[in-house]
């Protein structure tokens, strides 16, 4: 990942300097974009890979090929915060989940995966040549090799190295909380409270550790991907939500595609974009049914709901975009035929 200020100069260079300024770029107030194909993807990162992704989206191409190549760029940024690159495990090593599902509704999940580069391309491998959803672990691993993926080196990024060294003084046996810049507990720099410990990374960034991406193609069709290398710092085995189809990820052809981040086992909890999909098919527009859902979070919650953070991003058959957190500070990408840019999403609370 990338920080908001590094951000802002490299998109000075590219000529995307008013990224965040309203109204100079085409989305209606219900969030129609102009035309199709469109591609949106979570956190700041989702700039650079729907860019990868709108290779093949811009040139006609299937929305599949374009979320698989989209989230591969993610994969492939060491320091981000998706990939071998990313934070590991309270042990020390890198383990990591992605999904994948297409228009047809054919899905492919990899979790627990360790030294392998793209586990987003080793999951559609799952969708199209075994007769499974799900492989994990070992397993996945052993599948991957077997369908030439090279096993990659096991060794922690330099700025893998430094968080991991930083989170070792105090090593504290809880889950860390995913995405939580805004919490007031946070901004005091106090330590967390309740079953989550807000952390900052060692270069100062929050962690985000996922990249979810759907997509609309040119004829309409609809695909997603989601890969993650989890919480950072999780106990030894932990799978959150992204790998599990319905709960990271979602499309329905008929209805559009939904993705998640954030507290993945809150996620999980409501069958989060599943959930999403289910409300737009019943009429209501992305950004409601990211709403209705993450108020459903927020309701199981009760007063934990402060400390955790989950966001929710949707399109409709409409070409209609919308998204939702529970905290302030969650933003996605999007990218279609007349714009590029940041948009930053509505909350229920700051
Ligand atoms: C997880 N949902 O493993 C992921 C984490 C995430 O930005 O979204 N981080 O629970």
Redesign the pocket.
Known sequence: MINRRKFIRASAFTGFASLFTKGAWSMDETGTVKGKPVVIS??DAGIRANNAAWEILGNGGRALDAVEKGVMQTESEQNC?VGLGANPDRDGFVTL?ACIMDEFSNCGSVAFLERIKHPIAVARRVMEKTPHVMLVGSGAQQFAVAEGFPLEEQKLSPNAQKNYENWLKTSEYKPPA??VENLPVVQKGKQGHGPFAPYKLANGEW??????MVAMDTNGNFSGS?T????GF?MRG?????PVIGA?LFVDNEVGACT??????D?IRVAGSHSVVELMRQGLSPEVACKKIIERIVKIKGAKAKEIQ??FLAVNKKGQVGAYSIHKGFEYAIRTNEMEKMVKAKSIMD
């Open positions: 979570t956190w915060c989940d995913i995405n962690n985000h550790d996922t990249i979810g989601c993650t290398s989890g919480a999780k932990r799978l959150g939500d992204s990271g998640a981040t954030g507290q993945g086992e996620v989950v966001a």
